[in-house]
């Protein structure tokens, strides 16, 4: 049996994508700029002057395209979370208690 090289390639790349819908870039033409995101996923893109650019949120979140921000699966929509119980405003630092 044998592969020629452009089958050998087109393997890797599947073999390594971590979604099948990667390598389809969005097209920005004819909208405005700003981010596209689809579904529960780690990938967005910003669309600028016509042109994508894919991004990729940090481990264990997803782009949540009602806040354009990187969150985790359990306060997004798309995720079946629940957008409420978002975190809101800036942490606060503790005092640390008298003893």
Known sequence: FS???SALIFIFLLSTAPFAYT??????????????GEGCSRLFWYC????????????????DIETEMCLFGSYIRACGGDPS???TGRPTKR????P
């Open 48 to 63: 600028r002057e016509g042109m994508a650019e894919r991004n990729r949120c940090p481990e264990y979140t997803r782009f």
């Open 3 to 5: 592969l020629n090289l």
């Open 23 to 36: 390598a389809v870039l969005p097209t920005c033409s004819g909208i405005d700029d700003g981010f596209i």
């Open 95 to 98: 005092r640390a208690e008298s």
């Open 85 to 87: 119980l978002r975190p």
